[in-house]
Nanobody, 128 residues
Framework: QVQLVESGGGLVQAGGSLRLSCAAS????????MGWFRQAPGKEREFVAGISWSGTTYYADSVKGRFTISKDNAKNTVSLQIHSLKPEDTAVYYCAVGLSRRYDSSSTYYDRRSYDYWGQGTQVTVSS
């Protein structure tokens, strides 16, 4: 079992910045993938960013240039730095870890079915 705990969400004005963090604990293996998804009210959960064990990063087109994913393998943490926040970024942000597949293609990271464990989510609200 793996537990994921997100932190760092909150209320911010448009144009502001936030840094979300996710701490993973439990039985982790090498070559796992980590990702961030978000879910706005009435919408499906969507991919935001992912990062491979080796540090290769993947981003949704809607966040490229504004979001940066990073991780610390030794600490089993992943972070999401968000700049230039927009009201449409308002959502619950979820951290996820994937252990059960070959995480060597971008399509794998975009698909939420590729991830085996999820955090409880952290709310990000952007006011206009």
């Amino acid at each position: 079992q793996v537990q994921l705990v997100e932190s760092g969400g909150g209320l911010v004005q448009a144009g502001g910045s936030l840094r979300l963090s996710c701490a993973a604990s439990g039985r982790m293996f090498n070559n796992y993938a980590m990702g961030w998804f978000r879910q706005a009210p009435g919408k499906e959960r969507e991919f935001v960013a992912g990062i491979s064990w080796s540090g290769t990063t993947y981003y949704a087109d809607s966040v490229k240039g504004r979001f940066t994913i990073s991780k610390d393998n030794a600490k089993n943490t992943v972070s999401l730095q968000i700049h230039s926040l927009k009201p449409e970024d308002t959502a619950v942000y979820y951290c996820a870890v994937g252990l059960s597949r070959r995480y060597d293609s971008s399509s794998t990271y975009y698909d939420r079915r590729s991830y085996d464990y999820w955090g409880q989510g952290t709310q990000v609200t952007v006011s206009s």
